[in-house]
């Protein structure tokens, strides 16, 4: 079994990339939407986080977290949110096709990859470089032409609070952005 390096920095800042299981175009369906979003609650009423960003996209999802003080343990976050999925939609996804013995053998999904990456924030800039790709992402994918068009992105949440401008693009950075401190 692989040994990978994570960083365990308890209490830390974390940017993540999650990528659906042969990057099918599956994660804004409603059903498997909707269901990431209440195993996301469950989870953080067992292990709580705070979401500092999120954005979904059809076959993949980039967010970040801050946990707890005292607690590094992403890894069981992601494992309990993928199980929750799995566990409530994954007939629903299921493509006999993409079954190998080793999806079998560890008795995995066809809904998600198996591994995921991720990045420990380190300083401000870090964490708003972050903030700003999370949000930017579906222009990056040319989903739509103007961030304010995706409808499943804190980016919203962002422009509620005055931190950026309904019309912030990812050029202008905004003289307010004071994250994470």
């Known amino acids: 079994m692989s040994n990978y390096r994570r960083a365990k920095t308890e209490g830390g800042t974390f ?8 990057r ?9 939407r909707e269901t990431l979003r209440t195993g996301i609650k469950e989870v953080q009423k067992a292990k709580p986080f705070i979401i500092d960003a999120w954005i979904l996209l059809p076959d993949h999802l980039h967010c970040m977290w801050t946990l707890p003080k005292g607690d590094s343990n992403y890894g069981v976050r992601w494992a309990m949110i993928k199980r929750y999925v799995t566990k409530s939609c994954g007939k629903d996804y299921y493509n006999n096709e993409y079954m190998t013995q080793s999806k079998i053998n560890r008795k995995e999904s066809t809904i998600w990859q198996r591994r995921y990456w991720e990045h420990q ?11 700003d ?7 990056k994918h040319k989903l739509v032409k103007n961030v ?11 422009v509620r609070n005055d931190i950026y401008r309904k ?6 950075k905004i003289s307010n952005m004071d994250f994470g401190e």
Do not use: A, M
């Open 121 to 131: 924030i380190r300083d401000r800039d870090d964490y708003n470089n972050h903030i």
């Open 167 to 172: 019309d912030w693009g990812g050029i202008d």
């Open 24 to 32: 099918q175009k599956i994660l804004c369906d409603n059903v498997l």
């Open 133 to 139: 790709y999370i949000h930017y992402n579906p222009v």
């Open 15 to 22: 940017f993540f990339t999650i990528v659906s299981y042969r």
């Open 148 to 158: 304010k068009d995706w409808e499943y992105s804190t980016f919203h949440r962002f």
